[in-house]
């Protein structure tokens, strides 16, 4: 009988939380938004139809519009005004938003807000600029403690990877993607 060498697979360092197993990390090729605003016109098409179906309500919080230009296209519904009025009274299956947030909450409460404007499964998509390290760790720590989960870390970085490439990508922002629970649970299983 011969011995296996398996080894255990390594322990996973880089936690954004402690104690929560790491999320996974996507790079989207996509262009960088304009002075002022959120996202690109790719940015917004990705998000959309990565993380809604037709005919889902989308809650646009984003500066520009990019976003809704890409669920108008995609056939989801909005409070396209959403901005201006309130999110409205129909649950959402995405909101999406600029950091910090324009209406000026304290990022906890503002993640309450949101938890309460979800379906069960629904995401918030929260997009920061690239470059300071403390503020996603930031904004994961207060969507926890509304009650939401952290699903994935887009990185949007202006040319795709190729391979052997050992190149830095230039990454212009950071996509944070939050679940509220389908389970009935309080959201932190994402």
């Not at 005004?81 to 990022?107: C, F, H, Y």
């Not at 952290?150 to 949007?156: E, F, K, R, T």
């Amino acid at each position: 009988m011969t011995q296996s060498n398996h080894r255990r697979a390594p322990i996973p360092v880089g936690d954004v939380v402690p104690g929560d197993p790491p999320v996974p990390i996507t790079v989207w090729p996509v262009p960088a938004p304009q002075q002022g605003e959120t996202m690109s016109n790719q940015m917004g098409v990705r998000l959309v139809h990565n993380l809604t179906h037709p005919g889902d309500m989308v809650v646009d919080l984003a500066h520009g519009p990019q976003l809704a230009r890409a669920i108008i296209v995609a056939r989801r519904r909005s409070h396209l005004p959403a901005r201006q009025l309130g999110w409205g009274r129909e649950a959402a299956t995405l909101i999406v938003t600029a950091w910090p947030p324009a209406d000026g909450r304290p990022p906890a409460e503002f993640f309450e807000a949101c938890r309460g404007a979800l379906l069960p499964g629904g995401c918030v998509a929260v997009l920061l600029p690239h470059g300071d390290p403390v503020l996603p760790v930031d904004v994961v720590i207060a969507a926890k403690q509304a009650g939401l989960g952290y699903l994935q870390h887009i990185v949007a970085a202006h040319r795709p990877p190729r391979r052997g490439d050992h190149t830095q990508f230039d990454i212009h922002t950071d996509v944070l993607i939050m679940t509220r629970s389908a389970t009935g649970n309080s959201g932190t299983d994402g």
